[in-house]
């Protein structure tokens, strides 16, 4: 019996670990963890190996219990899995890269495709460069998110007077235009635009974010799913993450990029230190 249907985590950078492997097998169909904020159908939807994509009544948890009835460990081989004899089964890569273990190595007898295509249909393209050109932003553009301000709180993240802090330090280093992205929801990322900043936080589809992701020079920010698809994108990309996931914070993602400072990351700590941070990947990518 083939597998034809993978039950995965709710959020964009969780399934674009596991997409990263199991595109490599062909098209499958995909059931997504009910969890805000709802947005992974749609990501799914534009990739080719996705053949369906929806929400189903099952958690995060139930897919970690799952996968302990049925004794799949945390780095398994997709032969492994298959030999099992599931048409569905549920999955995650999150465990074994919060032990701090490569990509790579979870699933490897699957190659690791870090820069899978995710192609952006017409509609959207036009969107985004609409969006771009009618705020006539002085380039470089850098893609800022801060998330919202439940996230900064559940996460012990900055509020608002640090980012603006740090937003003011990084544009005096860098030039050109910040650009605040994310969705409705992300209200301490629109917030930010009472310091002049561009704003288009909750007017895009996913579409729309990913071709505004290959526009701009750069992304700053929390750590989420739209850094993710910028280092899917092979873009330069600098996320903050918290202390307790320091591990995940580059298991995840391409040696070269990390070898190149093309994708660089730091702990939350006060505006200045992480401002340096910043500087040395700013001056790794574009100096």
């Known amino acids: 019996m083939t597998i034809t249907t993978v039950g995965v985590p709710s959020g964009i950078g969780d399934v674009s670990w596991l997409y990263s492997k199991l595109s490599n097998i062909g098209p499958l169909d995909y059931k997504i963890a009910d969890g805000w904020p709802y947005r992974t159908k749609q990501f799914l939807e534009l990739l080719p190996y996705v053949r369906t994509a929806e929400y189903a009544p099952f958690t995060y948890r139930d897919i970690m219990n799952f996968e302990q009835i049925q004794n799949i460990g945390f780095h398994p081989t997709w032969k492994d899995v298959r030999s099992r004899g ?46 771009l050109r009618g705020m006539n932003l002085k380039k470089p553009i850098w ?8 996230g900064s709180e559940a996460w012990k993240t900055w509020g608002y007077a640090e980012w603006s802090r740090f937003l003011k330090m990084f544009l005096a280093e860098a030039d050109g235009s910040n650009l605040l992205l994310g969705g409705f929801w992300d209200d301490l990322t629109a917030t930010l635009a009472d310091d002049g900043h561009a704003d288009v936080v909750g007017k895009t589809s996913i579409g729309t974010a990913v071709e505004i992701l290959n526009q701009i020079s750069g992304y700053i920010g929390f750590s989420s799913g739209l850094g993710v698809i910028m280092t899917v994108l092979n873009r330069p990309t600098f996320m903050l993450w918290p202390d ?16 190149s400072g093309k994708y660089a990351t730091s702990l939350w700590r006060e505006p200045v230190l992480v401002y340096k941070n910043a500087r040395r990947w700013l001056r790794a990518n574009y100096v």
């Not at 893609?143 to 439940?150: E, F, H, L, Q, V």
């Open 86 to 131: 599931f048409e569905e089964c549920l999955i995650e890569a999150n465990r074994h890269l919060e032990l701090g273990k490569p990509l790579k190595d979870w699933m490897p007898d699957l190659p690791t495709n870090y820069h899978y295509e995710i192609p952006v249909p017409a509609e959207d393209v036009e969107r985004a460069i609409a969006l």
């Open 143 to 150: 893609g800022i998110s801060a998330a919202s301000y439940r």
């Open 244 to 259: 307790h996931q320091v591990e995940l914070s580059t298991s995840w993602a391409d040696p070269d990029m990390l070898l």
